[in-house]
Structure formats: C-alpha cells, structure tokens
C-alpha cells in the first residue's frame, strides 16, 4: 500500500455504529495487475467476505464489501499509483499512510467543489415534475395504483435532490433531510408518502405531493432571485385532475 485514506462519514469523525468504512487506497503496480486478489486481502484482516462486487473505471476499482458476522459494508477503492482522485476538503478525510507524499499534494490543491444549480436545469426539473404529476393521477384514475405509487415516491426524491442542491447539500434520494429542510418542510415532504397502494390514498398523497412541488418551485424562484418563466393555470388544473375521478 503506497496511500490510504478513510473518507465518508469516517474520513469527517462521524462515523457510527452504523456507518460503513469507506477507504480510498493507492497500491503498487504489481499488486494492482492482479486487484481483485489484491482486494480480497486487503478486505480479509476486516472479516470474513460475505459478499462482494468489484466495478473497474479506467485504472481503479471500486468495491463494495459486506464482512463479518454483522455485514458490516465497506466502500474500498484501489488506484494504481498515477491516479489522481478527486480529493474532497482536507476536512473530510482522514490520511492514514502516504509513502510517497502523493496524496498530501493531492490534499493540498484540492478545490472546494462546489454544488452549482442553473436556472435552466432549475426549470426543467420542476416542468418534469409537474407533468409526472398529471400523469401520475391519470394512472391512478385509471387503476394503474402500483405506478402511480412509484411516480409519488420518485418525483418526490428528485425535487428533494433539487432543494438540497440549491441549498449546497449534495444528497442522494433522501440523505440529509433534517440538515437540509425545516421541520415544516419536512412535515409537508411526510405528507406524500401513501400509506397504501388505494386509489384514494394515491390521490390524497398526489395532492401532497402538488403542495410539496409548489414548495420547491418557490424555493427555486427565490434563489434566482426571479421567476422560472412556468406558466401554469393551477385552478384549471386541479379542475381537470378532479375530474378525472369523476368520469
């Protein structure tokens, strides 16, 4: 091993006991050219491997590890000795060994990354939401409850990863909810989970999920500064959904 380093929750001094150990290491070239080996004994001192998956992208190998009699996960990437990762903020990460000094210099011209949100892309994510959401209750008008519940869920997650990122939070799908939202946000984003696959509860939940979409448009528009230019005539929308229900 020429370099280690813990990141994730690790890297940053949170972890738990449910965190997984995520590790980013630099081997040497005859211990790269046979990596799944090298990878199953780097893994071995941890625990027995339950289950493992290897993924290649170029010159490293990402591994996703489950060890031990508690499957405990563990995120492993191993870089032959060139690759230059790119490095999160010295603070979120914890430098373990670096023979060669590569990875302090990899350390110390890291930039900041950070998370940029056009209003363009701002715009097409809310016009993709709100034309799921007509879809949504023409499919549970329609009986097709199982999509509609799936519609809910996921545009739901997509205006989430919206607001975070808007907020400066990269978050996947849910991560993050109680750094990013207010509690009353996060009561109106409760609201849209269905608690059964039922066309009424569906239709309960898509209204939520209307309320939960004019949330994040509004979001948006205030940190633009200015409008998204949607152009949406809401009473004759909800009109035409309602009566959808009773045809």
């Known amino acids: 091993m020429l370099g280690v380093l813990y990141t994730g929750s ?26 799944e080996t090298t990878v199953r004994e780097l893994l071995s001192p941890l625990g027995t491997i339950e289950w493992l998956m290897f993924t290649t992208a170029g010159e490293s190998m990402f591994t996703t ?23 999160p903020a010295p603070s979120q990460v914890y430098l ?8 302090h210099q990899f350390l110390t011209t890291a930039t900041h990354q ?14 993709e939401a709100i034309g799921n959401w007509i879809y949504l ?25 919206l607001v975070a990122a808007l907020r400066g939070v990269r978050a996947h799908s849910y991560r993050y909810v109680t750094q990013v939202l207010s509690p009353q946000e996060q009561g109106i984003l409760a609201q849209v989970w269905p608690r059964d696959c039922s066309q009424q509860e569906l239709r309960r939940a898509g209204r ?21 230019l949607i152009e949406v005539d809401e009473d004759s929308l909800l009109t035409a959904i309602d009566r959808l229900y009773s045809g």
């Open 96 to 103: 373990l060994k670096d023979q060669n000094q590569q990875l």
């Open 137 to 161: 209750h023409r499919k549970n008008a329609r009986g097709d409850g199982w999509c509609a519940l799936g519609m809910a869920t996921e545009s739901a997650a997509a205006l989430y990863t």
């Open 10 to 35: 690790l890297g940053r001094g949170t972890a738990d006991h449910f965190s997984d150990l995520d590790l980013e290491l630099w081997v040497t070239n005859p211990a790269y050219d046979d990596v």
């Open 65 to 87: 590890a489950f060890l031990g009699p508690d499957w405990q996960p563990v995120d492993l990437t191993v870089h032959r000795p060139p690759v230059e990762s790119p490095m």
């Open 208 to 228: 939520a999920l209307w309320n939960w979409t004019r949330l994040i448009w509004q979001e948006a528009e205030r940190y633009f500064g200015r409008s998204l």
């Open 114 to 127: 950070t998370i940029e949100v056009s209003w363009e892309e701002a715009r097409g994510k809310l016009e």
